[in-house]
């Protein structure tokens, strides 16, 4: 798959608040998933948004973001 080439995760323990590139929710500072995709670092609430992002980036690129992981755990 092309896209695991682009994509690279990142130490979060060091990186400030930011907004889920997913779901649109708040990442705590030193929280969540960090990663690097195509020269642009993105914030993931939890490793279901990041998961979602891997199976198609572009709507969330363009900066379409839906709700956290169906409800499928707490946060």
């Not at 960090?34 to 020269?39: I, L, V």
């Not at 990041?50 to 973001?65: C, H, I, M, V, W």
Request: one cysteine or more; a negative charge.
């Amino acid at each position: 798959m092309a896209i695991a080439s682009e994509l690279m995760i990142l130490d979060s323990t060091d990186q400030p608040a930011a907004t889920c590139a997913v779901c649109g929710n708040g990442v705590a500072a030193g929280a969540g998933v960090t990663a690097s995709y195509s020269g642009r670092v993105l914030r993931f609430k939890c490793p279901g948004c990041f998961s979602r992002f891997q199976a198609d980036p572009e709507p969330y690129l363009a900066g379409e973001t839906g709700g956290c992981c169906g409800g499928e755990h707490e946060h």
